[in-house]
């Protein structure tokens, strides 16, 4: 395309997410087990109370694409959640990929699950080759410029979180209750229990009272509950109804 003055946007001239590939031949195996499951139990409970559902998009093991001048580059998060934009792409397709040129907007907050052979490249402990693709740990930190970055081990069920400050990432403390978020007036901790029949230590979303945020099969159980509860004190006051 020709150079036309002023320039053309990136949103004009650049690929889109439908030419853009969502998968990668080159790529080793599907996610095992828990890479499945901890990102569903994020995505499942991260519900700001400050965004309308259509407003949120997360998701796991997608292509974000990153950098206009290098189109093909990307990352493939294990987590990752937008907020302010559109839910669908264009508000009317399921998304193939994240292409940042596109979508005008970067993700808020970005979690890997460290695994032995990507642990020094998520903790940024990596040198990069100049001829080789920055590192996630850069794109996170200088290009995306993502806020919030959570590593979490799950074979020593130890959490780091990282804060953007200025330029770069700022290690925060996690505690008991988390680590707040402002922005989506939330925060993300450790919570012991089942989910999906195994019982552990997952990642997982807290309100701004520290309550734990339900997943869809919690809240029901928990409707069901109080229904039932309600029904139980009728029948104590009242009797059994007729028929």
């Given at each position: ?5 002023p320039p ?15 998968e990668?031949p ?6 095992d ?9 994020l995505?499942?409970?991260f519900?700001?109370?400050n ?13 974000l ?9 990307y990352?493939?998060?294990d ?12 508000e ?11 979508e005008?907007i970067a ?18 402990k990596?040198?990069r ?19 919030y970055?959570?590593v ?5 069920d ?25 922005d ?13 029949g ?12 520290g ?12 409707r069901?509950?109080?229904?039932e ?10 009797g059994e109804?007729?028929?």
């Amino acid at each position: 395309m020709y150079q036309t003055d002023p320039p053309s946007p990136p949103k004009n001239t650049l690929p889109t997410m439908y030419d853009l590939k969502s998968e990668d031949p080159q790529e080793s195996g599907l996610p095992d087990e828990f890479h499945i499951y901890q990102p569903q139990l994020l995505r499942e409970t991260f519900q700001p109370p400050n965004y309308s559902a259509d407003q949120v998009f997360t998701a796991s093991d997608l292509n974000l694409y990153y950098d206009p001048r290098h189109p093909q580059w990307y990352k493939r998060p294990d987590w990752f959640a937008v907020v302010g934009v559109s839910r669908l792409y264009e508000e009317k397709d399921l998304r193939l990929s994240y292409v940042i040129w596109q979508e005008g907007i970067a993700p808020l907050i970005a979690v890997e699950l460290l695994s032995p052979t990507t642990e020094k490249e998520d903790l940024g402990k990596t040198l990069r080759d100049v001829a080789q693709p920055p590192t996630k740990w850069e794109v996170y930190e200088h290009i995306l410029r993502i806020p919030y970055y959570f590593v979490f081990d799950r074979y020593t069920d130890s959490l780091q979180a990282f804060e953007l400050t200025g330029n770069r990432y700022q290690a925060l403390e996690v505690n008991d209750s988390g680590v707040w978020i402002e922005d989506v007036e939330m925060s993300l901790g450790l919570w012991l229990g089942t989910y999906q029949g195994i019982n552990r230590l997952w990642l997982r979303w807290r309100d701004a009272v520290g309550n734990w945020i339900p997943t869809p099969v919690e809240a029901e159980s928990q409707r069901v509950n109080e229904l039932e509860a309600i029904l139980a004190r009728y029948r104590e006051q009242f009797g059994e109804l007729d028929g």
